[in-house]
């Protein structure tokens, strides 16, 4: 299989977890990419022209992390299945899901707007981004209690959280989710995510 990716993207980094997880790291192989070079061949590949693109042993592109995480996972050789199977379990984990990557929508938008010229950034924009942030952080503050266990959900925030330490560290999350800091102090002390640690900058 081959990965055309960014270390700094959050997206990138959760297929690299589940493969670290499911113990698919061997059979990867990494391809950093430049999206904006005129010369990248991502467009041949994903349409969107966006990482992470993954394609598989039998030559099939596929896009959109949530789309590479649960193929990867179906994949797996080691640990135990990050997508539950059925039932409330699962539709609790792809919700977890769905919030965290909502996050990194919204931070990454907020981000692309501040490099902007100054005259052209849109305060409204920018606060819209920065509000839906805020409250979906309060909502996983609220519902710290149930990021039980290693799912595709749980593994979703600690890297949203992640992400918002590298590039949003001036929000201090932590100081208005308490319950939250304290989940992800200890769920995010594994490897998996030691190993997909991104550069600063």
Request: charged share 25%; proline share 6%; glycine share 6%.
């Amino acid at each position: 299989m081959k990965l055309f990716y960014s270390q700094t993207s959050p997206f990138v980094r959760k297929a690299l977890m589940v493969a670290h997880e499911r113990g698919l790291v061997s059979r990867i192989e990494l391809s950093p990419i430049d999206v904006w070079s005129p010369d990248t061949v991502v467009p041949t590949l994903n349409p969107l022209g966006k990482i992470p693109t993954l394609v598989t042993d039998d030559g099939m592109a596929l896009f959109d992390s949530p789309v590479i995480a649960e193929y990867l996972d179906s994949q797996g050789t080691q640990g135990q299945p990050l997508f539950p199977a059925a039932g409330a379990e699962r539709w609790q984990a792809l919700r977890q899901q769905a919030i965290a990557d909502g996050i990194c929508d919204a931070a990454i938008l907020r981000r692309m707007e501040g490099l902007r010229p100054e005259n052209l950034r849109s305060a409204n924009w920018t606060d819209r981004q920065r509000q839906a942030m805020t409250r979906a952080v309060e909502l996983l503050e609220a519902e710290a209690d149930q990021l039980q266990g290693l799912t595709i959900g749980t593994i979703s925030v600690m890297i949203a959280l992640a992400y918002l330490d590298l590039r949003w560290e001036c929000d201090h999350w932590r100081q208005r989710a308490p319950k939250l800091a304290a989940w992800f102090a200890q769920a995010s002390d594994r490897d998996s995510f030691r190993l997909t640690v991104p550069p600063r900058g």
